[in-house]
Each structure stands twice: as structure tokens, then as C-alpha cells.
């Protein structure tokens, strides 16, 4: 069966998809939840990693009982693919209330801009079969308009970009040192500051997900979700690292 399941339990599964991204794309991962034979595709993609990905989730799910399309934010490697989604379903796609004009852009036609949903800037909730899923605020980690979704039912966080990680050859942390260069200078340069890190790693600890499950590269779980949570929280990055001569990356 086709992509990784990180949990299944009592008719709650989440599957996660890796492989699909062209080699000269940026990697970035897909994730499916199904509860009560309903399903929710988070952060699906662009075009080149539709077809596949379509025929994925249809060994786990008919596409057709896709109910929800959240899209943490508006990179291409999010929501170019939104179009055929909406096309080929009746779901409803989620996003920041500051990118629903953007997704014309990407070719949404305007017939299916109704099932566009703009979220508000402080999230909120999405139910699904019973299951309430936690719609949380991560602005400016990196978007200005930018959600994650928390799956109280699995514990898991799926966390956008923040944890991503670019090159890493294994599908899950274990040597959290070993980790650490493969991510620190993407979040270095992506997230806008120390401080917006610091409330986001206070707003994390107080759900204490067991699983932290990023949009790039390698997923956190267990004790590995905390060793992350203080490296993160201690980051200096984006504005922290401006002078008056320029920006420092390294």
C-alpha cells in the first residue's frame, strides 16, 4: 500500500506521502487523515505530484470522501495542485483569509472558488466524524497568513514548515544532533524571529503532541518532539539576524 502510515487506531488513520516530488523540486510531504470514512488531505502539492498522489490516497480512501483540503499557506509546493482537487471532489478547501485572491493565481476557476474557506487569523476548529481537529495560528513560520493543524485523535501536530528539514536520507528523527544540520539553516532564513518561535513552541507544549509532522523531510516523535521544541525555542533567526550592514545567514 502506497505511503507511510504513522497511525491507526479505531477507524483514525494517518497516512503520510514522501516520494512523489520530482527531483528537481523542493521534497515536500503530503499527509492524509481518515476518521469514520471521511478523509482530510493537508498541504497537497503542485501539479507534477497530483496524478500520483491521487492514486496514493485512493489506496487508503476513495478521493471522493476527501471532505476537507487544508492548505497551511500559499507556496506553490501547497496549493498549485488545488485546482484538480476541487475539480475531482466535493471537498472544501481551508485557507488564511489573506491568500484566497491568490489562489486564481494558481489556476482556480472560478466556479470552485465557493468552496474556498477563509480562515481567521486566530484558527479555530474543524470537525470530522467526530473527531475535533485544532486549527492553529502560526504566523510569520515563515507565511504571514499561516495554519497548522492539530489531530487530537493520533496526537499528532502537522506542523508546515516549521521542523522541515532538506536532504535528510531517513523518514524519522533519531539522532536529534546529527539532525540539527539539516535544518538549521532553512529555519535560520524562514522564520521571521526568535520571538515568534518562542510563542509557537508555548502554544505547542500546552497540547503536548505526541508526533510533530512537518511539510519537509523528517518527522519528530517522541522524545524527539521536545529535543526540537528547545532547539527551536532558543533559535535566532530571520530579523534577529539583520545589521546595519545586511542579513547573516551562517
Not at 503520510?16 to 503530503?30: D, I
Not at 469514520?36 to 498541504?43: K, N, R, V, Y
Not at 518561535?197 to 508555548?202: D, F
Amino acid at each position: 500500500m502506497s505511503g507511510i502510515v504513522l497511525y491507526e487506531k479505531e477507524g483514525h488513520k494517518v497516512v503520510l506521502f514522501e516520494e512523489l516530488t520530482p527531483a528537481s523540486a523542493v521534497q515536500a510531504n503530503q499527509y492524509l487523515i481518515v476518521h469514520a470514512g471521511e478523509g482530510i488531505l493537508l498541504d497537497p502539492g503542485g501539479h507534477k505530484v497530483f496524478s500520483q498522489l491521487k492514486r496514493d490516497v485512493s489506496a487508503h480512501l476513495p478521493p471522493s470522501k476527501i471532505r476537507y483540503i487544508f492548505l497551511s499557506h500559499q507556496d506553490p509546493d501547497v496549493v498549485a495542485s488545488i485546482n484538480g482537487w476541487l475539480l475531482t471532489t466535493q471537498a472544501e478547501a481551508l485557507i488564511s483569509k489573506l491568500w484566497v485572491r491568490f489562489l486564481p493565481h494558481f489556476g482556480l476557476d472560478s466556479k470552485l472558488e465557493g468552496r474556498v474557506v477563509p480562515l481567521d487569523d486566530e484558527g479555530g476548529e474543524l470537525e470530522l466524524g467526530g473527531c475535533r481537529f485544532k486549527i492553529l495560528p502560526a504566523h510569520f513560520l515563515h507565511s504571514p497568513g499561516n495554519f497548522q493543524l492539530y489531530d487530537p485523535c493520533s496526537g499528532i501536530l502537522f506542523s508546515g514548515d516549521v521542523g522541515a528539514s532538506l536532504g535528510q536520507p531517513y523518514f524519522f528523527v533519531e539522532n536529534f544532533e546529527e539532525h540539527v544540520k539539516y535544518m538549521e539553516a532553512f529555519h535560520r532564513r524562514y522564520m521571521a524571529s526568535r520571538k515568534a518561535c518562542r510563542l509557537w513552541v508555548k502554544m505547542v507544549r500546552e497540547l503536548k503532541p505526541r508526533v510533530i509532522a512537518p511539510q519537509h523531510g523528517a518527522v519528530f516523535k517522541d522524545e524527539m518532539v521536545e529535543r526540537f521544541l528547545d532547539w527551536l525555542e532558543g533559535l535566532e533567526c530571520g530579523v534577529d539576524l539583520m545589521t546595519e550592514t545586511g542579513f547573516t545567514i551562517s
